[in-house]
Nanobody, 125 residues
């Protein structure tokens, strides 16, 4: 059974950091592009970051560029999203998603076929 499980969310003060993990089971992440998306209450889903399967190239939305870093550890079948200098506007449920085919920017959730259940990130003092 193909499954993605996010972890690492929580409550953090503005300026703080969190590292989200996306662990895969039932399939090997090596062959998949992995995207991180987020959705805040009352807002549309936003594609935050992505890492390709082939050459490890990465993409970041302008809203997180310079603050977030995506990486993958194929040995652990896990992708990470390091989030630094967090802002209240980063508050959202964060989802990771896996896709076998091509992906384009800005990220489109339709290009990713498998999704995790999400993890809540709250940035507040």
């Amino acid at each position: 059974q193909v499954q993605l499980v996010e972890s690492g969310g929580g409550l953090v003060q503005p300026g703080g950091s969190l590292r989200l993990s996306c662990a895969a089971s039932g399939f090997t992440l090596d062959y998949y592009a992995i995207g991180w998306f987020r959705q805040a209450p009352g807002k549309e889903r936003e594609g935050v970051s992505c890492i390709s399967s082939s050459d490890g190239s990465t993409y970041y939305a302008d809203s997180v560029k310079g603050r977030f870093t995506i990486s993958r550890d194929n040995a652990k079948n896990t992708v990470y999203l390091q989030m630094n200098s967090l802002k209240p506007e980063d508050t959202a449920v964060y989802y990771c998603a896996a896709g076998l085919g091509s992906w384009y920017v800005p990220l489109n959730g339709a290009d990713f076929g498998s999704w995790g259940q999400g993890t809540q990130v709250t940035v507040s003092s």
